[in-house]
């Protein structure tokens, strides 16, 4: 525990008035607004994403908009995010605030926490942020951060390493402005006490950080087991004719839920062989199959080799989750960045004239 609570709030709040960046969410008391930056801001960086943030607010500027948007139109709006179940939750929440708290959202941390996709991190950012509530968020920042001042030593994402980190916050939530504090710890840990190289001569609260007294910042607080990278084999099919592509839409749970990709088949199979197992299982009968080579494309815990095959022939008559779109449209769809990189790698020139595709992701929050 600290000896100062009081004095360490006080410092960080002093420092962040002085050095806190000028980001568009910080200038707004909308818990909707904070939202929206709050679940973007997830496994993302703050420069990806404040050109989505404020896309996403033009088009949807209330809670209201939102639920009562098409879901493949805010999918649409998501890509190149990543994380793309964070889209469904967040039209879930929506639909929840409207139906639950006729469009408003609730002031109280516990009916925070029962909205869909509202961790114990979500619900006190919102509290705290947008009602300035004495509410403890704790992220991946801010529990390194809380971490280091108290020297809280073994793996900080579980049992009572996690519980005192969760504590401290709590000891430090109440006092002047509760808005402020939550994001000068999210500020400080992104700006100054970083993972690996933390400025510590920067720091308004060096002198009061156990593992800066003690030599530990390089161990404290303990360096995460990267789980073990599982890697994927797959098949995409690019199937091009008449400016239109043939695309499937992936189930809800799923690597890219409720998103469109060229048809996937398991294995990296040849040219011929995907020929084959198309016409076997979905009766589509291709005139002719291309090896278009292969790409990988990472995700957190997998790798994903991607073989393109391109089909030829007049695209086959579909019906859901299959559709042909316009390759002139695709940008009104939701396309995971996998499916941009298929594209582009492997249609014809020609094809690649009429291609209208969003963008891509980038990730990490800092």
């Given at each position: ?163 005192a980190v969760w504590d401290l916050a709590e000891t430090l ?117 291309e090896d278009m080579g292969t790409m990988k494309h990472v ?31 695709l940008e009104t769809l939701g396309l995971p960045s996998l ?28």
């Open positions: 525990m600290l000896a100062a609570p009081a004095d360490v709030r006080a410092r960080l709040l002093a420092w962040y008035r002085s050095h806190r960046r000028d980001l568009p969410w910080r200038a707004v008391r909308d818990p909707y607004a904070i939202w929206v930056s709050e679940i973007m801001l997830q496994q993302t960086r703050v420069e990806t994403v404040i050109p989505y943030y404020e896309r996403f607010l033009s088009r949807w500027p209330t809670v209201g908009d939102l639920a009562a948007a098409d879901p493949d139109d805010v999918r649409a709006a998501w890509s190149g995010l990543g994380y793309y179940r964070r889209a469904k939750l967040m039209m879930d929440a929506a639909k929840a605030v409207v139906d639950e708290h006729a469009g408003r959202f609730p002031d109280d941390l516990e009916a925070l926490l029962a909205l869909p996709g509202f961790g114990r991190y979500t619900a006190g950012a919102v509290a705290s942020i947008a009602f300035d509530a004495p509410a403890p968020a704790v992220d991946g920042n801010v529990a390194r951060v809380l971490a280091r001042l108290a020297g809280i030593r073994g793996d900080i994402t579980r049992g009572s390493p996690q519980r939530a109440p006092g002047e402005s509760p808005r402020e504090h939550t994001q000068a710890l999210i500020e400080l840990g992104a700006l100054v006490c970083g993972a690996r190289r933390p400025k510590c001569l920067l720091c308004p609260v060096s002198d009061a950080c156990v593992a800066h007294a003690e030599g530990l910042t390089a161990v404290v607080p303990e360096p995460r087991k990267k789980p073990a990278r599982r890697s994927v084999e797959l098949t995409a099919l690019l199937w091009c004719t008449s400016g239109q592509v043939l695309l499937a839409k992936q189930g809800d749970d799923g690597l890219f839920a409720g998103l469109w990709t060229p048809p996937m088949l398991e294995g990296a199979l040849t040219a011929d062989e995907a020929r084959r197992e198309v016409a076997r299982h979905r009766d589509w009968r291709a005139n002719g199959a995700l957190t815990h997998r790798d994903l080799h991607v073989r393109l095959v391109r089909l030829i022939g007049d695209l086959p008559a579909v019906s859901p989750p299959y559709r042909r779109a316009p390759l002139s449209a499916a941009v990189k298929a594209l582009r790698k492997g249609l014809r020139p020609e094809d690649l004239s009429e291609l209208a595709l969003p963008g891509r992701r980038t990730s990490r929050r800092s």
